[in-house]
């Protein structure tokens, strides 16, 4: 990535990543297969350290399932305390995220 501005999971690759922030945007996409704009919620995470190196980036969701595993650390930034680390497995909508997390040292 040479600007890195948005974080881009390689399939069966972990990106371990610290958050600072996070807020839930209205997006205008191309839906996939109708091939017309529609508007979606998208969660939206400040990423300041990827893979151990410090980047000012986002790590970003529409997908309902993945951005469900982020709601325990929601409410009061509880993320902020924490190292996750997540491994895309599949495509399209068969696709899915393993992520752990853990207590930053």
Request: net charge positive; proline share 5%.
């Amino acid at each position: 990535m040479v600007l890195q501005n948005y974080v881009i999971l390689q399939e069966g690759v972990p990106a371990r990543m610290h958050f600072v922030d996070h807020e839930i945007t209205s997006r205008e996409i191309t839906d996939p297969l109708t091939n017309k704009p529609k508007t979606v919620k998208a969660l939206v995470l400040t990423v300041d350290e990827l893979n151990g190196t410090p980047i000012h980036g986002f790590y970003s969701t529409i997908s309902e399932k993945h951005a469900v595993q982020f709601s325990p650390y929601l409410e009061g930034k509880t993320y902020r305390e924490k190292v996750i680390t997540i491994t895309q497995m599949g495509k399209g909508f068969s696709r899915d995220w393993l992520v752990k997390v853990e207590s930053r040292r």
